[in-house]
C-alpha cells in the first residue's frame, strides 16, 4: 500500500513562493505516475503539474507555467512542487496523487494513491 503525506502549504502574499513536498512510505514512487492537484472551495479539483514514471515527461495547466515545478525525488522518495509568483487564485487545498501506469495521467480518476492535502492560501 502506497501512502502518501504532503507538507509545506501555508500562507504567503502575492508574489511569493511556497514549495510542496510529498512523502511516499510503504512502496517505491520511482516508475509511478505523479502529480499535483488542487481544489478551491466550491471548485471542481484541478490538475496542477505531473511527471512521468517511466520518463521526464511532464505536464502543467496553463494556469502555473512558468511558475510552478514538479520534481521528484526517487533517493528520498518525494515529489516536491516549487511555486513561485503565486496568485489569489492559487488558494485551494493542494493534493498529491500517485498512479502505477506507463503513461502521463492528468485526470483525477486516473489516480488511486491520494494524500490528505495541504492548504495554500495566498493574500492579496
Known amino acids: 500500500q502506497l501512502h502518501l503525506v504532503e507538507s509545506g502549504g501555508g500562507l504567503v502574499q502575492s508574489g511569493g513562493s511556497l514549495r510542496l513536498s510529498c512523502v511516499a512510505s510503504?512502496?517505491?514512487?520511482?516508475?509511478?505516475?505523479v502529480g499535483w492537484f488542487r481544489q478551491a472551495p466550491g471548485k471542481e479539483r484541478e490538475g496542477v503539474a505531473f511527471?512521468?514514471?517511466?520518463?521526464?515527461?511532464?505536464y502543467y495547466t496553463d494556469s502555473v507555467k512558468d511558475r510552478f515545478t514538479i520534481s521528484r525525488d526517487n533517493a528520498k522518495n518525494t515529489v516536491s512542487l516549487q511555486m513561485n509568483n503565486l496568485k489569489p487564485e492559487d488558494t485551494a487545498v493542494y493534493y498529491c496523487?500517485?498512479?502505477?501506469?506507463?503513461?502521463?495521467?492528468?485526470?483525477?480518476?486516473?489516480?488511486?494513491?491520494w494524500g490528505q492535502g495541504t492548504q495554500v492560501t495566498v493574500s492579496p
Open positions: 496523487a500517485a498512479a502505477f501506469k506507463g503513461v502521463l495521467l492528468i485526470d483525477a480518476g486516473d489516480y488511486d494513491n
Open positions: 511527471k512521468g514514471g517511466f520518463d521526464n515527461s511532464e
Open positions: 510503504g512502496k517505491s514512487l520511482r516508475h509511478y505516475v
